[in-house]
């Protein structure tokens, strides 16, 4: 074989391997928040409690369904109808090749699931409160990351009032939280909560996950 001809082949060769690496599918991205409020703060609660949602988004990015999987009343209601207005920059995944198509395939927008996970504390700083405990009402599916491990922040010692804050945490494979960001903030709130969900631990997805966690944080009630 000439040295010609094999230049000629390995040009061809790294030629069709280009094309081969510039064909290859990118893994799907997760459904991003948009927009929508955070539930009130039940104004009778006497206690705390957790409530943990997958949610269902639409390949228009709008809330398809929601299923409870963690609950406890009254704190259930409030979440839910919060996140049923949500809209959400839905998931997207690799549109196939036609046949002979070459080139980076197009994105196009897909449904998909991700976590809403609530935590409210209770209003009384020290002593035991009242109220229910949480109840676990359905085992969550393999599309979403489901904590294993959760804290709740403390309240700001210089803090007035009450606050509740949305975050939007981004899961690795190991089921660690590896950035988050405030979302919808409550001012002096903000640096409890996002240093509570950097101690939270996830059962990770199957794919890349996002998780929304509420922090709600009452006005204490001294006890006397």
Same mark, same amino acid.
């Given at each position: 074989?000439?040295?010609?001809?094999?230049?000629?082949?390995?040009?061809?060769?790294?030629?069709?391997?280009?094309?081969?690496?510039?064909?290859?599918?990118?893994?799907?991205?997760?459904?991003?928040?948009?927009?929508?409020?955070?539930?009130?703060?039940?104004?009778?609660?006497?206690?705390?409690?957790? $409530?943990?949602?997958? +949610?269902? &988004? #639409? =390949?228009?990015? /709008?809330?398809?369904?929601? %299923?409870?999987?963690?609950?406890?009343?009254?704190?259930?209601?409030?979440?839910?109808?919060?996140?049923?207005?949500?809209?959400?920059?839905?998931?997207?995944?690799?549109?196939?090749?036609?046949?002979?198509?070459?080139?980076?395939?197009?994105?196009?927008? $897909?449904?998909?699931? +991700?976590? &809403? #996970? =609530?935590?409210? /504390?209770?209003?009384?700083? %020290?002593?035991?409160?009242?109220?229910?405990?949480?109840?676990?009402?359905?085992?969550?599916?393999?599309?979403?990351?489901?904590?294993?491990?959760?804290?709740?922040?403390?309240?700001?010692?210089?803090?007035?009032?009450?606050?509740?804050?949305?975050?939007?945490?981004?899961?690795?494979?190991?089921? #660690?939280?590896?950035?988050?960001?405030?979302?919808?903030?409550?001012?002096?709130?903000?640096?409890?909560?996002?240093?509570?969900?950097?101690?939270?631990?996830?059962?990770?997805?199957?794919?890349?996950?996002?998780?929304?966690?509420?922090?709600?944080?009452?006005?204490?009630?001294?006890?006397?």
């Amino acid at each position: 074989m000439s040295l010609k001809y094999m230049s000629k082949s390995l040009a061809v060769a790294l030629c069709l391997i280009g094309v081969g690496v510039s064909a290859q599918s990118r893994a799907p991205s997760p459904a991003h928040y948009q927009s929508g409020g955070v539930p009130a703060l039940p104004a009778l609660a006497v206690a705390g409690g957790e $409530v943990m949602l997958e +949610v269902d &988004v #639409a =390949a228009d990015g /709008r809330v398809a369904s929601v %299923t409870p999987l963690r609950v406890t009343p009254p704190f259930t209601d409030a979440v839910v109808n919060a996140v049923r207005g949500w809209r959400f920059q839905p998931a997207e995944q690799d549109a196939p090749l036609r046949p002979g198509q070459t080139g980076k395939p197009p994105r196009v927008p $897909v449904p998909s699931k +991700v976590l &809403v #996970a =609530a935590v409210f /504390r209770a209003p009384a700083l %020290t002593g035991p409160t009242l109220g229910q405990l949480p109840a676990e009402v359905r085992a969550a599916s393999a599309e979403v990351a489901f904590p294993l491990a959760t804290t709740i922040p403390s309240f700001p010692p210089n803090a007035r009032g009450s606050g509740v804050v949305l975050l939007e945490g981004k899961v690795d494979g190991a089921g #660690a939280v590896t950035s988050s960001r405030v979302i919808r903030s409550a001012a002096a709130f903000d640096d409890p909560a996002r240093q509570a969900l950097q101690q939270w631990r996830f059962r990770p997805a199957r794919r890349a996950a996002n998780v929304y966690v509420i922090f709600g944080f009452p006005e204490p009630i001294v006890q006397r």
